[in-house]
């Protein structure tokens, strides 16, 4: 993505994603497409689909006594994942694959997650109504004082700083 600063072109590419997040970029494997797979935390400590990240945190603070805190540390990954860095909305459930690929850690540490988190970065940052919601963002900061927001996804705090980095450089 190419942006003009200041008269001067600069970009967030995945080189830039990378350098600032550490996150592996790579080609999926082909296991990512099945989002149906075997899922031992899931079918554990939830018995639904329709998981929310606010479920993965009440799980997390409310620990059932004796369970394994392994099990906690992959619920906690998934929760990181899926809130901070996909940073998604809020309503819509946790990716099963998510929770089914942190049941094994190693592989889990292993995984391109910059090859899921960039593109979902991107895809906010060039969303055609950006422009719309920062309007909209300025009419309800007018209207209700400091109360408006809004909201992208992904993990625009990559841009952030890549873009503090291209402004110190």
Not at 136 to 162: C, H, W
Request: glycine share 4%.
């Amino acid at each position: 993505m190419w942006f003009n600063f200041d008269g001067k072109p600069a970009r967030f590419s995945v080189y830039e994603f990378v350098v600032v997040t550490g996150l592996r970029c790579s080609e999926l494997p082909v296991e990512v497409r099945s989002e149906a797979c075997q899922n031992r935390l899931r079918d554990t400590y939830f018995k639904t689909n329709a998981i929310k990240t606010s479920d993965l945190l009440s799980k997390i603070q409310k620990w059932p006594r004796g369970k394994p805190q392994e099990d906690r540390l992959k619920i906690a990954l998934v929760y990181f994942l899926d809130s901070t860095l996909l940073s998604s909305d809020p309503k819509k459930s946790v990716s099963q694959f998510h929770l089914s690929v942190v049941d094994d850690l190693e592989t889990f540490n292993r995984f391109p997650w910059g090859s899921v988190v960039y593109p979902a970065t991107l895809e906010q940052l060039q969303t055609r109504d950006l422009r719309a919601k920062y309007a909209n963002y300025k009419e309800q900061l007018e209207a209700k004082g400091n109360k408006a927001t809004y909201t992208l996804y992904g993990f625009p705090f990559a841009f952030t700083v890549s873009f503090f980095l291209f402004v110190l450089s």
